[in-house]
């Protein structure tokens, strides 16, 4: 039992490491940012802020955006079941689970924070070399994509604390009783138009958002499924998961 407790929670904190760096290394391509980190990169373009911060704060509203979600659509169930027994101890278990993002979202942003001191902008730093080029940073951004998907997938599958970027996707989904992956298209889109908006209105240009920002949405998700495909069955029997979702059928 110790040891199936031991590779869930090293998959968990490697599979934030690794999302942390594919959303870095996407930013420094200079290629665009993933959609759902797009308004975090144009304020902190925009007004010369840190990077790191910022997606915190916008961390923090999706995580205050989920909880008004989860209370809105709890209080429907229980007038449409017309009992309220017990309900109130429920609703404050699913808040607590979301409280329980926001120290996550902070220990998150801080390994973003050191890879984005770790890593130089491509285009710069290595200005003349193939790393600098087209070609080299693109390759570059085909790794984040995979980091990105990979560290999602190992994250997302140990079932603990979600990122409040994937909590409010899925809790409008419950809610609208809609697909993830359709709310999932919709979210980032309306955050690409935040930050289009923004930019244009405040900075005079598009901010943040390029081939890289395209590329991520399209490919993020065929990493995940095929990551999940060759490796997941593993590490579900390493991490105890599989019995774990047995005993909740």
């Known amino acids: 039992m110790k040891r199936t407790y031991f590779w869930r929670g090293l998959f968990y904190v490697t599979g934030l490491l690794v ?11 200079g290629f665009g940012v993933s959609a759902l980190v797009s308004v975090s990169y144009c304020v902190s373009e925009l007004w010369n802020l840190n990077f790191a911060n ?23 169930r229980q007038a449409d079941s017309a009992s309220g ?17 926001f120290p996550m979202s902070l220990v998150f942003t801080r390994f973003i924070n050191l890879f984005g001191t770790l890593i130089p902008d491509l285009a710069t730093a290595y200005a003349g070399t193939f790393l600098g080029s087209f070609a ?14 990979v560290g ?13 970027a994937d909590g409010v996707v899925q809790a409008i989904a419950d809610a609208a009783g809609k697909g993830v992956g359709f709310v999932k298209n919709c979210f980032d889109f309306s955050n690409l138009c935040i930050t289009l908006v923004l930019g244009l209105a405040v900075g005079g240009r598009v901010i943040g958002i390029g081939i890289g920002t395209v ?15 060759l490796c997941k069955k593993r590490m579900d029997v390493l991490a105890g998961m599989e019995r774990r979702q047995e005993s909740m059928r």
């Open 136 to 149: 080299g940073r693109f390759l570059v951004l085909l790794l984040a994509i995979v980091c990105t998907g």
């Open 215 to 229: 590329a991520a949405m399209i490919g993020v998700g065929r990493v995940i499924a095929l990551f999940n495909h």
């Open 85 to 101: 027994a017990g309900g109130t101890r429920s609703l404050w278990l699913i808040l607590l689970i979301d409280l329980l993002q």
């Open 19 to 29: 999302l942390a760096l594919g959303i870095t290394l996407n930013t420094k391509t």
């Open 152 to 164: 999602a997938a190992m994250s997302l599958n140990m079932r603990l604390v979600p990122c409040p």
């Open 54 to 76: 910022m997606t915190f704060v916008l961390y923090s509203v999706f995580m205050l955006l989920e909880m008004a979600v989860h209370t809105v659509s709890y209080g429907r």
